[in-house]
C-alpha cells in the first residue's frame, strides 16, 4: 500500500518521512526466513550427547550452509584472513571426530542434552588455542605466555622480561592486607594467597623454558617507554644460576623502528583548490561542486526524467523545494536512513489511521446530514461516539501493520481517542465562532465538509513556459454553505490533514511562503478549480491535528461585513500564484540538473534526513534554520 500511495504520490508527508523497505525485499526476507527455520528446525529438540556430535560432524562435513564457500569472500588485502579461517574449520571437524571416536571407544555420550546444553559441550571442547603455520611450516608464532605454555617450539623467545612485567606482581587488595587473606584462605575462603601467585608465575616460567627444543633467547629492555632505565627480571638473574647463559646487549642508536611513511600534508595548490570549493558553496555558488549536473548525457537523461511527461505530486514538489539536494539523493541516488526497529506505533501509521478515522467519520456526516457538514454544539451528541467507532474501524483496517508493541496498543488507542475527541471539539467552537459577532470571524465564508480524499490526475499547471502535470488526494474539501451569500455553494475550500504542525512546510512558520516551499495546498486549490467547472477556491490551508490550528492559512475571498457581499483578497491571491510559479522554477531546476544543498531557510534540515551525515551544505546541516 505504501508502495501504491508512493508511486500514484497519494502519500502525507509524514508517510514520505519514515519510509518503509521495498516489498520485495521484505518478501525475500520472509522467504529466506521460512527456509532458515526449516534447518534450525532441528535444535527444537533433544538428543543424547552422541547423537548431538554424530548430528555436529554431518553438518559440518555436507556443509549444507555453505560456511567453507564463504570463507573465501573476503577482501582482496586481507587473504590471510582465509588462511585462518580454513584453519579453524579443519580444526573444528577434526575435535569433531576425534569427540566421536572417544565416545564410541570410552562411552558417556548417552546424556540427553537440548541444543543449549550441546553447545556448551561444544564451547568447551573448543576452548583452546589454534596452531598457524605458513604453508612451508616455518615461521614465527607471536604468543601471550598462557597461550604458549605447556607446548614446544624448535626455538622460544621469551621478551619482555623487565622486572614488575614478568613475573606479574600480585594485585593488592583495598580490603584485606596479606595476613587477612591467608587466615581467610586457611579457613576454606577460596582466595589466592601472594605465595600461590608467586608460585603460578613460577610455573609459567619454567614451562615456557620447557618448551624450548633447540634453543632459547630471553630479552628484556633497558629502558621503559618514559626513556628511564629499567631492570631484568629476577627470573632472568635465577636462569643465570642453572644455564649458561651468552649475554649481548644492542645497543639504543642501533634499535631501528618500522620504517612509517611521513605524511607531507596537502599541497598548497591542492590547498587552494578545496578553500575555492568552499568558499563557492558558501556563497551559494551553482556548479559541480554544489550540486550542478554538468556531464551532457545525464543532464539530458534528468531532462527526460523530469519532463513534461512525468507526472508529479504535491508532496514531490514540496519535497524538492525544501532542499534540492535531499531530494535528488532520495528519488534519484536511491540514499536511505535505516534505523532500528521501535516499539513504539510508527508515526506514518499514527498519521494515517488518524486520517481514515476522520474520512470515516465525515463521509457518514454527509450521508447522515444530506450535505455539507458544519458541525456545531448540537451535533456533538452524535458526532463524539460516532468519531470513536471510526477510529475503532481505522485500527481494526491497519490489519496486520505494526501498531506498537502490544502491551502498550490500548493505550495508543486512547491517546489517539483523546486527540481526535479534542479536535472534535476544536472543530466545533471554530464553527460556532463564524455565527458570533466578532468581525473577523464574520469575514470569513462559513463552509462544510463534502468530500474526503478527493483523487485527481493529469492536471496541468504551465507557468513560465514550463509545463507541470500532478496528481494528488486531498485530504478534505468543503463547499459554501453560508445563506449570507447567494450561490455560496461555487466555493470550495482545500484542507491538506497534518498530525502536527512541524510536519508543515517550515514547521509553520509564515516565512515559508517566502522561501516558495509552500505548494501542496496552493497545487490542491488550482486542481479543485480546474476539475471543478465554474467554481471558485476561497480558502486553503494545512489542518494541524495535534495542536488543533489552521496553519499557512489562506483567505483568497472574505465577506464584507457592511454590505455582505463577498470581495477578493488580492494579496492572498498574489501569494498562491506566487507559489505556483515557484514550483515552475523548482521543476526547471530538476530538469536543468540543479540539486544544490540549499535547504529552505524556513525549513532547516530534519534530523531524519537520510543525507545529514554526508551533507555539504555551508556550516553543516542545521535543524530549521539553526
Given at each position: 500500500?505504501w508502495?501504491?500511495g508512493?508511486a500514484e504520490?497519494?502519500?502525507s508527508g509524514?508517510e514520505?518521512?519514515d519510509p ?14 521460512v527456509?532458515?527455520?526449516r534447518r534450525v528446525?532441528a535444535l527444537?529438540r533433544?538428543?543424547t ?5 554424530a548430528?555436529?560432524r554431518e553438518l559440518v562435513d555436507e556443509?549444507r550452509?555453505?560456511?567453507e ?8 588485502d ?5 588462511r585462518?579461517n580454513q584453519?579453524a574449520?579443519?580444526?573444528l ?6 569427540w566421536?571416536?572417544?565416545l564410541?571407544?570410552w562411552?558417556g555420550?548417552d546424556?540427553r542434552?537440548d ?6 559441550r561444544l564451547r568447551?571442547?573448543l ?5 598457524l603455520?605458513?604453508d612451508?611450516?616455518r ?7 598462557m ?8 626455538h622460544v623467545f621469551l621478551v619482555?622480561?623487565?622486572a ?5 606482581h600480585a594485585?593488592r ?5 596479606e ?9 576454606g575462603?577460596?582466595l589466592?594467597t601472594r605465595?600461590e601467585w608467586d608460585r603460578r608465575e ?9 618448551g624450548?627444543?633447540s634453543g632459547?633467547?630471553v ?5 621503559d617507554?618514559?626513556g628511564?632505565e ?19 646487549e644492542i ?7 618500522a620504517r612509517?611513511?611521513?605524511d ?7 590547498a587552494?583548490r578545496?578553500a575555492?570549493?568552499?568558499r ?5 555558488r551553482?556548479?559541480?561542486?554544489n550540486?550542478?549536473i554538468?556531464?551532457p548525457a545525464?543532464?539530458?537523461e ?9 507526472v ?6 514540496e519535497e ?7 531530494y535528488?539523493?532520495?528519488?534519484l541516488?536511491?540514499?536511505e ?7 513504539d506505533?510508527?508515526p506514518a501509521?499514527?498519521?494515517s ?5 476522520l474520512?470515516r467519520?465525515f ?7 444530506g450535505?455539507p457538514?458544519?458541525l ?6 452524535w458526532a463524539?461516539?460516532e468519531l470513536?467507532?471510526c477510529l475503532a474501524e ?13 502491551l502498550?496498543r490500548e ?10 475527541d479534542?479536535?472534535l471539539?476544536f472543530?466545533v467552537?471554530r464553527n460556532?465562532?463564524l455565527f458570533?459577532t466578532?468581525p473577523?470571524?464574520r469575514?470569513v465564508?462559513?463552509t462544510?465538509?463534502v468530500a474526503?480524499?478527493?483523487t485527481?490526475?493529469?492536471v496541468?499547471l ?5 509545463r507541470?502535470?500532478f496528481r494528488g488526494?486531498?485530504?478534505r474539501v468543503?463547499a459554501?454553505?453560508d445563506e449570507?451569500?447567494e450561490?455560496a455553494?461555487r466555493?470550495?475550500?482545500?484542507i491538506d ?11 509553520g512558520?509564515a516565512k515559508a ?6 505548494l501542496q495546498v496552493?497545487?490542491?486549490a488550482?486542481?479543485l478549480e ?6 471558485a477556491?476561497a480558502?486553503?490551508e494545512y ?7 489552521a496553519?499557512?492559512r489562506?483567505?483568497?475571498?472574505h465577506?464584507?461585513h457592511?454590505?455582505?457581499e463577498l470581495?477578493?483578497?488580492?494579496d492572498?491571491?498574489?501569494?498562491m ?7 515552475a522554477g523548482h521543476?526547471?531546476g530538476?530538469r ?5 544543498a540549499?535547504?529552505?531557510?524556513s525549513c ?9 551525515d554526508i ?5 553543516g546541516?542545521?535543524t530549521n534554520g539553526r
Amino acid at each position: 500500500a505504501w508502495e501504491r500511495g508512493e508511486a500514484e504520490g497519494t502519500l502525507s508527508g509524514d508517510e514520505r518521512r519514515d519510509p518503509l523497505p521495498a516489498a520485495e525485499r521484505v518478501r525475500r526476507t520472509r522467504d529466506a526466513f521460512v527456509a532458515f527455520r526449516r534447518r534450525v528446525g532441528a535444535l527444537d529438540r533433544t538428543r543424547t550427547l552422541a547423537e548431538w556430535v554424530a548430528w555436529l560432524r554431518e553438518l559440518v562435513d555436507e556443509d549444507r550452509w555453505g560456511i567453507e564457500e564463504r570463507l573465501y569472500r573476503v577482501p582482496a588485502d586481507h587473504l590471510e584472513s582465509v588462511r585462518v579461517n580454513q584453519a579453524a574449520w579443519r580444526a573444528l571437524a577434526a575435535t569433531l571426530e576425534d569427540w566421536q571416536a572417544a565416545l564410541e571407544a570410552w562411552g558417556g555420550g548417552d546424556e540427553r542434552l537440548d541444543a543449549a546444553g550441546a553447545a556448551a559441550r561444544l564451547r568447551e571442547r573448543l576452548d583452546g588455542d589454534l596452531a598457524l603455520w605458513t604453508d612451508t611450516v616455518r615461521g614465527v608464532q607471536v604468543l601471550e605466555a598462557m597461550a604458549a605454555a605447556y607446548r614446544s617450539f624448535e626455538h622460544v623467545f621469551l621478551v619482555g622480561l623487565e622486572a614488575g612485567r614478568f613475573p606479574l606482581h600480585a594485585p593488592r587488595s583495598p580490603l584485606l592486607d596479606e595476613e587477612d587473606r591467608q587466615a581467610l584462605a586457611a579457613a576454606g575462603v577460596p582466595l589466592e594467597t601472594r605465595a600461590e601467585w608467586d608460585r603460578r608465575e613460577q610455573e609459567l616460567f619454567r614451562s615456557l623454558l620447557a618448551g624450548a627444543k633447540s634453543g632459547l633467547t630471553v630479552s628484556w629492555a633497558r629502558l621503559d617507554e618514559m626513556g628511564r632505565e629499567s631492570l631484568a627480571s629476577v627470573f632472568v638473574e635465577a636462569l643465570a644460576e642453572v644455564a649458561e647463559v651468552e649475554p649481548a646487549e644492542i645497543p639504543a642508536h642501533d634499535v631501528q623502528p618500522a620504517r612509517l611513511p611521513i605524511d607531507p600534508g596537502p599541497s598548497p595548490e591542492h590547498a587552494l583548490r578545496v578553500a575555492r570549493i568552499e568558499r563557492g558553496r558558501q556563497i551559494g555558488r551553482l556548479w559541480r561542486y554544489n550540486g550542478v549536473i554538468e556531464d551532457p548525457a545525464l543532464v539530458a537523461e534528468l531532462a527526460a526524467e523530469f519532463g513534461e511527461a512525468r507526472v508529479w505530486s504535491p508532496s514531490q514538489l514540496e519535497e524538492l523545494a525544501k532542499c534540492p539536494w535531499a531530494y535528488f539523493s532520495g528519488r534519484l541516488l536511491g540514499l536511505e536512513r535505516r534505523d532500528e526497529p521501535e516499539d513504539d506505533l510508527d508515526p506514518a501509521v499514527r498519521g494515517s489511521m488518524v486520517h481514515d478515522a476522520l474520512r470515516r467519520f465525515f463521509d457518514r456526516a454527509v450521508a447522515r446530514l444530506g450535505g455539507p457538514v458544519l458541525l456545531r454544539r448540537e451535533d456533538l451528541e452524535w458526532a463524539a461516539p460516532e468519531l470513536k467507532a471510526c477510529l475503532a474501524e481505522a485500527i481494526e483496517a491497519a490489519g496486520e501493520t505494526w501498531l506498537g508493541h502490544p502491551l502498550l496498543r490500548e493505550a495508543k488507542r486512547q491517546e489517539l481517542s483523546r486527540l481526535l475527541d479534542r479536535y472534535l471539539e476544536f472543530e466545533v467552537a471554530r464553527n460556532e465562532n463564524l455565527f458570533g459577532t466578532h468581525p473577523l470571524n464574520r469575514r470569513v465564508l462559513r463552509t462544510g465538509v463534502v468530500a474526503h480524499e478527493l483523487t485527481f490526475d493529469g492536471v496541468v499547471l504551465e507557468r513560465d513556459g514550463v509545463r507541470v502535470r500532478f496528481r494528488g488526494r486531498i485530504d478534505r474539501v468543503e463547499a459554501g454553505m453560508d445563506e449570507r451569500i447567494e450561490g455560496a455553494a461555487r466555493f470550495l475550500v482545500a484542507i491538506d490533514y497534518k498530525y502536527s504542525r512541524y510536519a508543515t512546510p517550515g514547521g509553520g512558520e509564515a516565512k515559508a511562503w517566502a522561501d516558495g516551499v509552500v505548494l501542496q495546498v496552493p497545487l490542491y486549490a488550482y486542481a479543485l478549480e480546474r476539475l471543478e467547472e465554474g467554481k471558485a477556491v476561497a480558502r486553503v490551508e494545512y489542518r494541524a491535528l495535534k495542536q488543533r490550528e489552521a496553519v499557512h492559512r489562506l483567505e483568497l475571498v472574505h465577506v464584507d461585513h457592511s454590505t455582505g457581499e463577498l470581495v477578493a483578497a488580492t494579496d492572498a491571491r498574489e501569494k498562491m500564484e506566487a507559489a505556483l510559479d515557484a514550483v515552475a522554477g523548482h521543476v526547471r531546476g530538476a530538469r536543468l540538473g540543479v540539486f544544490p544543498a540549499a535547504p529552505a531557510p524556513s525549513c532547516g534540515c530534519p534530523s531524519w534526513c537520510h543525507g545529514w551525515d554526508i551533507c555539504r551544505v555551508p556550516g553543516g546541516p542545521r535543524t530549521n534554520g539553526r
